[in-house]
């Protein structure tokens, strides 16, 4: 599966940002889906984690009621709607897909998109 990632961009503390991530292939619900981002200087951090069908979701804990992770199997596609965005937040995110059924908390994934830069300004 090949993953394109889209939908960064500059925007203040306190407001928000849709990332896309599309994938080819006709495969998509046979994909676990996860958001990560690497900030300036840091190590890469899984941020949330989708299953197949949508139906469950997990987050890191300096997300969680900020971000929502979602997925259209239809149009191919996974979303990370973020919210209240906050300074700490700037960072390039990936998308990542893996075919093996483990725990969502599993940050282990198979296939990445480029990323998509997001800055948030103070």
């Known amino acids: 599966v090949q993953l394109q990632a889209s939908g960064g961009g500059l925007v203040q503390a306190g407001g928000s940002l849709r990332l896309s991530c599309a994938a080819s292939?006709?495969?998509?619900?046979?994909?676990?889906m996860g958001w990560f981002r690497q900030a300036p200087g840091k190590e890469r951090e899984f941020v949330a984690a989708?299953?197949?069908?949508?139906?469950?979701?997990y987050y890191v804990d300096s997300v969680k009621g900020r971000f929502t992770i979602s997925r259209d199997n239809a149009k191919n596609t996974v979303y990370l709607q973020m919210n209240s965005l906050k300074p700490e937040d700037t960072a390039v995110y990936y998308c990542?897909?893996?075919?093996?059924?483990?725990?969502?908390?599993?940050?282990?994934?198979?296939?990445w998109g480029q990323g998509t830069l997001v800055t948030v300004s103070s």
């Open positions: 990542a897909a893996r075919a093996r059924s483990r725990s969502l908390m599993d940050p282990t994934y198979d296939y």
């Open positions: 292939g006709r495969t998509f619900s046979s994909y676990v």
């Open positions: 989708i299953n197949r069908s949508g139906s469950s979701t």
